[in-house]
C-alpha cells in the first residue's frame, strides 16, 4: 500500500487548498499534487447585472486584493463602452493603483512570506509565524510596517472612497479629481514609502542574501522550473501594473508573444482537470503538452518573479539598480520560484517611486477625470497586474445593456500549472525513505506560497460537485487503480 | 476603570460578506443593533487576516459577530467565546481566519489592541455560495444574536461607569 501524506489546509494563504503527496513502498515520493476545495461561483453571479455596478461587485470577490478587481473591472468598461478616460483620471488610477501595490507587497513580504526567509525555511514551525518575523526583524521594524501600511491605506480612502473596497472607478474615468490638498499627502507618504522600500530591500539584504544557506535554497534545483513568463509592459518593455501591452518570454529569454489586452483569448486558454475546481491556462501556440517544462509546454508562470523576466528594464531610478543587481545575481530570465520574494520587493521600490512620479506630476490634480460613455455596451476586456499576477476581466453585454457573460481570469489560474509543477518538485527532491518533518513539509509549501496564490477567487467554475481523484500506484509506478469523481458527480473507476 | 479620552470604549465589529450565504448574518445582527443602540460604534467588515487590523485598533473592547463553519453543531448553533478562551495558534492562517493572529501582531508590537475581545458566533451552512440564500436555522437566530448583542454592550458600557 501507498502512504498517502497531507498537508491541510496550507497555512497563510487566501482560501483552503490541499496538497496530497503519494509515498511509494520505499516512502519516496509518487505523486504531489496541490488540491482546491473551494467554492465561488462569481461569473455566474454576475449575470444580468448593470455594467456599473460590476467594480463593486468583483472587488468583493476577495478580502485580500479587491482594488486589483476594482481596476480590472474598471478598465473593462472602459472598453465595454468603448470609451477613453481623460488623462488626469488614468493616473489617478494609476497612483491609487501604486499606493495599493506598495500595501500589499509590504504586507507579503514582512508577513506572509516573511515566516519563510525573515525567520528561515528550517526554523521551528513554533516560531514560523508573524511573531517570529518581529523577534527577527525588531519590534521597531514591526511598528515601522504597520505604520507605513495605514498611511498607504489612508491615501487610497481619500482617493477611492474606501481604503478596502475602493468605490471610485467608473467607465470613462473615476469619481472625483485629487484636490490639491490631497495630492499634498500622496507626495509626502510617497517620499516616506520610497524610503521604506528601500529600507525592506536592506532588510532582504540583510536577512536573506548575506545568508548562503538561503541563497543555496532559492537556487535550488527543487525550486527551479524552466517555463513562459508573462506579464505587461510599457511601449518601451519596462514593467507596468496598470496598463501596457502583454509580453510573454519564452524559457529562454526570448520575446515569443506580444499582444493587447483585448487580443488575450487568441493567446491564451483554459482547460480543467478532474482533480481541482481551478481552471488551468496555458499559452495557445506551444499547447498544452501536460505538467512539463520547457518551450515545447504552454505552461507559463505570472507575478513578480514573471514580471522582471519580461521586462527590459524598470522605470524608476532605484528599482531599476535593485533590478540589475537582481539579473547580475541570478541572471535572466530568472526561473527559481523563490526569486518572486526577491522580485517582489523590487517591485514594492518600483510602485513607490511610480507613486511618488505621479504625486508630482501637476496632470494628476486636472479636475478632468470624466469621458461620459456614449456607446451601447458590447464586450469590454480590462487587464492589470495584480500583486499576484496577471488579472483579466471579460464582459459581454445583451441588447438590454445587462451583463450576459463575464469571464474572469485571475492571477492564481496563471500560475496555477507551474505551482502544480513546483508541488511535485519538490516534494521529490526533499523526501527520501519516507523522511517527513516538519521542515520538509514547509519547504514543500513554500513551492507554493512565494506565488502567494489566492485560491478563494481561482475556483469559479462552478462545478456540480467537488472534483476528486485517487490513485494506487505500486512501487514500480505502474497505476493499479483510479478512482475519480468528476466535477459532474460521476464516478469512475479504471 | 475609566473610560479613554480619545475613541470609543467599546466597538462592535460585524464580519462577514453580504453576498455570501450565510456569510450575511454578522451584517444583519448589525443593521438591528445600529437601530437600537445609538452611539454604540458599529463597524461591518469583509476584509480578512492582517486587513481586519484598523478594525480592531483603538477601543478598550471589542464585541466580534461573526459566522463559523465547525461542521459538528447545526446550523444557527450559537458560540460566545472570549479571547483568552481559544489557544491561539500564530502562523496557522493569517490571510484568512487572522482575528487572532492580527490582535497577537498588535499586542507585539504594543499596538492599540482591546483590553478585551468577546466573539459571538453562529454555526452556519453555507458560506461560499455567491448570492445564496440563508439557512432558514442561521436567519432564525438575526433577532436572538442581535438581542445578545444589545445586553452584552451594556453591561461592557456599565463595566466603565
Known amino acids: 500500500m501507498n502512504t498517502k501524506v497531507s498537508i491541510e489546509p ?3 494563504l487566501e482560501g483552503h487548498g490541499k496538497i496530497e503527496i503519494y509515498l511509494d513502498d520505499k516512502g519516496n515520493v509518487d505523486r504531489a499534487w496541490f488540491q482546491v476545495p473551494e467554492l465561488r461561483g462569481f461569473e455566474k453571479f454576475v449575470q444580468g447585472r448593470l ?5 463593486q461587485i468583483t472587488s468583493r470577490i476577495c478580502g485580500v486584493c479587491p482594488t486589483a478587481h476594482h481596476m480590472a473591472s474598471t478598465k473593462a468598461l472602459d472598453d465595454l463602452y468603448k470609451v477613453t478616460p481623460p488623462a488626469a483620471a488614468k493616473k489617478v488610477r494609476e497612483l491609487v493603483y501604486s499606493t495599493f501595490m506598495a500595501e500589499d507587497h509590504t504586507l507579503h513580504f514582512y508577513f506572509l512570506g516573511g515566516p519563510d526567509f525573515v525567520v528561515g525555511p528550517t526554523a521551528p514551525k513554533a516560531e514560523r509565524n508573524v511573531l517570529g518575523v518581529i523577534a527577527k526583524v525588531g519590534i521597531e521594524t514591526g511598528q515601522k510596517v504597520i505604520a507605513m501600511r495605514r498611511k498607504l491605506r489612508e491615501l487610497t480612502a481619500l482617493a477611492a472612497g474606501k481604503p478596502i473596497h475602493p468605490v471610485f472607478g467608473l467607465p470613462g474615468g473615476v469619481a472625483k479629481p485629487l484636490s490639491a490638498d490631497i495630492l499634498a499627502q500622496f507626495k509626502t ?10 529600507f525592506t530591500l536592506d532588510v532582504f539584504d540583510k536577512i536573506v542574501l548575506k545568508n548562503s544557506g538561503y541563497v543555496d535554497l532559492i537556487v535550488s534545483d527543487g525550486f527551479t522550473h524552466k517555463t513562459y513568463y508573462m506579464g505587461m509592459v510599457d511601449e518601451k518593455n519596462r514593467l507596468n501594473f496598470y496598463d501596457g501591452t502583454m509580453r510573454v518570454v519564452a524559457p529562454e529569454g526570448n520575446e515569443s508573444a506580444r499582444f493587447a489586452s483585448r487580443d488575450y483569448a487568441q493567446y491564451i486558454a483554459e482547460r480543467t482537470e478532474p482533480w481541482s475546481y481551478m481552471k488551468f491556462t496555458y499559452l495557445k501556440a506551444p499547447g498544452w503538452t501536460g505538467f512539463n517544462e520547457g518551450s515545447s509546454s504552454g505552461i507559463y508562470c505570472v507575478a513578480p518573479l514573471a514580471r522582471l523576466n519580461v521586462t527590459d528594464a524598470l522605470a524608476t531610478p532605484h528599482a531599476q539598480a535593485a533590478y540589475e543587481q537582481y539579473i547580475k545575481t541570478l541572471g535572466k530570465p530568472v526561473h527559481h520560484t523563490l526569486a518572486n520574494h526577491w522580485a517582489r520587493v523590487i517591485e514594492l521600490l518600483y510602485a513607490a517611486e511610480r507613486m511618488q512620479e505621479l504625486a508630482n506630476d501637476p496632470e ?86 512565494a506565488y502567494d496564490p489566492c485560491l478563494g477567487c481561482a475556483t469559479h467554475s462552478l462545478p456540480g460537485s467537488m472534483p476528486l481523484r485517487v490513485n494506487v500506484h505500486n512501487p514500480q509506478g505502474d497505476m493499479l487503480t483510479t478512482v475519480r469523481r468528476d466535477s459532474d458527480g460521476s464516478i469512475h473507476r479504471t | 476603570m475609566t473610560v479613554p479620552s480619545t475613541g470609543p470604549s467599546l466597538r462592535i465589529l460585524a464580519l462577514g460578506n453580504d453576498i455570501l450565504g450565510d456569510d450575511a ?52 448553533t450559537v458560540y460566545v467565546v472570549r479571547e483568552g478562551d481559544l489557544e491561539v495558534t500564530p502562523g496557522n492562517s493569517p490571510h484568512y481566519t487572522g482575528i487572532f493572529e ?8 504594543h499596538l492599540n489592541a482591546p483590553r478585551e475581545v468577546l466573539i459571538i458566533a453562529v454555526e452556519a451552512a ?13 436567519e432564525a437566530v438575526v433577532p436572538v444574536i442581535a438581542e445578545m448583542v444589545e445586553s452584552t454592550s451594556r453591561n461592557f458600557a456599565s463595566d466603565f461607569s
Do not use: W
Open chain 1, 364 to 449: 494628476t490634480g486636472d479636475s478632468n477625470v470624466r469621458t461620459l460613455p456614449t456607446e451601447q455596451p458590447r464586450e469590454g476586456i480590462g487587464i492589470v497586474e495584480a500583486p499576484r499576477g496577471t488579472l483579466i476581466h471579460h464582459y459581454k453585454a445583451g441588447e438590454d445593456g445587462r451583463i450576459s457573460n463575464a469571464n474572469l481570469i485571475v492571477a492564481t489560474q496563471n500560475n496555477a500549472a507551474r505551482i502544480a509543477l513546483g508541488v511535485d518538485k519538490a516534494a521529490r527532491t526533499l523526501i527520501t525513505g519516507g523522511k517527513v518533518d516538519d521542515g520538509i513539509l514547509n519547504m514543500v509549501e513554500m513551492a507554493f506560497r
Open chain 1, 51 to 55: 455594467p456599473e455596478d460590476m467594480p
Open chain 2, 126 to 138: 453555507d458560506c461560499l455560495t455567491v448570492g445564496g440564500p440563508m439557512h432558514p436555522a442561521v
Open chain 2, 25 to 76: 448574518f454578522a451584517f444583519l445582527v448589525a443593521q438591528r443593533v445600529r437601530e437600537r443602540i445609538p452611539g454604540v460604534e458599529v463597524t461591518c467588515s469583509s476584509a480578512s487576516g492582517f486587513h481586519l487590523l484598523d478594525d480592531l485598533l483603538g477601543v478598550e473592547r471589542l464585541l466580534v459577530v461573526d459566522t463559523v463553519m465547525t461542521g459538528t453543531a447545526p446550523p444557527g
Open chain 2, 102 to 109: 492580527t490582535l497577537s501582531l498588535a499586542r507585539a508590537l
Open chain 1, 10 to 12: 496550507i497555512t497563510r
Open chain 1, 189 to 198: 507618504v510617497a517620499a516616506e514609502a520610497v524610503d521604506f522600500a528601500l
